[in-house]
């Protein structure tokens, strides 16, 4: 390691271990010595400067804490001495010009995905079966064991857990000691079956515990969110299932395709079962009519299509104290090069960007947009008080354990992950992203349910830092994990797709790590290359209720 501690900012006042540091040991930065007063772990801070009580603490250039206590300099910051602190925002725009990234090397570089009517390109050509009430889960189960493993669409994992092999050795009177030793991890190089349409990448099974019993609004969002997925460049077609008398009425599904998808030109069976003869009669249609979609869907064939048409969404999850200075740093780049070759980006989780409302709101093209914005954020910081809680509760153990001790310490690294672009829109969850450049979606920081919703929004692809290791993956659209250093890359490489550690130790530049992230995206997108959670089946769907269950 080149470094063993960094200044992110020059308006800093604290300063990041690069390598853990023991009570005593003395440090050297631009000239500065440091004595270290009590044990600094990997990933952590230390006080740049005396801080009294009441002093304001500065990470990333903006406010992330107030001192509790008297902080002598070289001593770590943790909970107990350091509390989240933010400043007030103005409805106040910057109308600077910005200057993209230069992209001249990707110009002229194209992906191989699946064109739709609607003139967006997919990266992926999935099918959807989707219940419109969790009363059809179990339908819609039955329907998955009937046709996933038999049309070649098992999750292609490269092992199998030997479950038969523990039963042996119970039948044959193992010890508990002889059970725990057992090795029934086998590796399985024919997982799946031959595929009978090779050009389905799957047949998404998704289920769900919304529809009914709670208030309208959040049937309606069900509704809209269902149809966002139906509607969106990934799906080939899809197979509904209602119950009948639930509060997501089949009317209040294809309104809302009527509204977004009004030349819809895809496959879409809706079965109801309140209106078929038998429940056995009722699956046994959605087979056949989903069997007799995925031949109109396996004509479709990948093409050629400009960067332009990708719609990458930001997303991070399990974030530790490097995430802001290379992982997230990283996805802000890649967000810069493909807003500059006409690309579109979503940045999501806005509990994660409270501290750094100023800097968003600057950066806003309208003063609409920065209202909108504001507005969002108010509106659902207040809800959260209402219930007890806050946007500074936000940083979970895992986070604070590694380093991230403040939400707005956690939001400025988080907000890294938007790059510098104009913001073209804002977007309340289930809205979709049609504006070209960087959107701004409200979802809540909650990694599946925000993921959930940058695939309804219509990211094509997804792109997930992480720096503490998570397997979240989404049904529709691929999920690329960026790792935030070496160790996690290499300790959990069966879930990692892309390591940012070489930033840590100065080898690479966020710019280098940048470029290479949308070499692999391009070869994601065209379907060259498959993310570990697409891989293992990592298919997490989980939509956002707002309201209360009555």
């Given amino acids: 390691m080149q470094n063993k501690v960094l200044k992110v900012h020059p308006d800093d006042n604290l300063i990041v271990a690069l390598e853990d540091f023991k009570t005593g040991d003395q440090v050297q930065l631009d000239g500065q010595t440091y004595l270290i007063q009590d044990s600094v772990p990997l990933k952590h801070k230390f006080a740049a400067r005396d801080f009294q009580v009441g002093d304001d603490v500065f990470m990333y250039g903006v406010l992330v804490g107030k001192a509790t206590i008297f902080i002598p300099k070289g001593s770590r910051i943790h909970t107990k001495n350091v509390v989240h602190s933010t400043h007030e925002a103005e409805l106040k725009l ?43 889960n179990r339908n819609i189960e039955i329907i998955k064991a009937s046709m996933l493993e038999q049309l070649g669409y098992a999750a292609q994992q490269d092992f199998v857990v030997d479950t038969n092999a523990l039963i042996d050795l119970y039948k044959n009177g193992a010890s508990v000691a002889d059970l725990q030793q057992a090795n029934i991890l086998k590796t399985s190089s024919d997982i799946t079956k031959s595929r009978l349409f090779p050009n389905v990448d799957g047949i998404q099974f998704l289920t769900h515990d919304g529809g009914c019993g709670g208030i309208r609004q959040d049937s309606e969002t069900l509704c809209r969110l269902l149809a966002s997925y139906i509607a969106h460049p990934n799906v080939a077609g899809a197979t509904v299932l209602s119950l ?107 509990p994660e960007l409270n501290g750094v409302e100023q800097e968003i709101i600057g950066r806003c093209e309208t003063e609409a947009l920065a209202v909108k914005f504001n507005d969002l954020m108010q509106t659902y910081a207040q809800r959260a008080k209402a219930v007890g ?25 988080a907000a890294k992950k938007g790059g510098t672009s104009p913001i073209r829109d804002v977007l309340d969850y289930t809205e979709i992203a049609y504006r070209k450049g960087l959107n701004l979606l409200c979802t809540p920081g909650n990694d599946v349910e925000s993921t959930t919703g940058l695939a309804g929004s219509g990211a094509n692809i997804i792109l997930f830092t992480t720096g503490l290791g998570t397997p979240t993956g989404n049904p529709i659209t691929p999920v690329i994990k960026v790792a935030s250093n070496s160790i996690l890359a290499e300790r959990m490489s069966d879930i990692i797709d892309f390591d940012t550690g070489s930033i840590i130790s100065g080898e690479e530049t966020i710019e280098t790590r940048g470029a290479a992230l949308l070499d692999y995206i391009i070869e994601v997108a065209s379907g060259e290359k498959t993310p570990a959670a697409v891989r293992l089946g990592q298919h997490d769907f989980i939509p956002w209720k707002r309201g209360v269950s009555l």
């Fill in 94 to 136: 910057k109308n600077e010009v910005w200057t993209a990234p230069d992209t001249s090397a990707s110009v002229s570089r194209t992906f191989d995905g699946y064109h739709r009517a609607d003139g967006r390109v997919g990266t992926m050509n999935q099918w959807l079966v989707i219940p419109l009430v969790f009363c059809e």
């Fill in 389 to 413: 809680s806050g946007f500074d509760m936000n940083p979970s153990p895992g986070n604070i354990k590694d380093g991230l001790i403040t939400d707005a310490m956690k939001s400025a690294g």
């Fill in 244 to 350: 009948g008398c639930q509060n997501a009425q089949i009317k209040l599904l294809t309104d809302v395709l009527d509204e977004i998808a009004p030349d819809l030109e895809k496959p879409l069976y809706i079965l109801e079962q309140q209106q078929s003869a038998s429940e056995r009669e009722f699956i046994a249609e959605a087979v056949k009519q989903t069997f007799i979609g995925l031949i109109a869907a396996n004509k479709i064939e990948r093409q050629p299509a400009g960067l332009e048409h990708l719609t990458i969404g930001l997303e991070c999850g399990g974030s530790d104290g490097f995430s802001g200075i290379s992982a997230n740093p990283t996805l802000g780049q890649v967000s810069d090069l493909v807003v500059g070759l006409g690309g579109t980006t979503i940045l999501s989780e806005f």
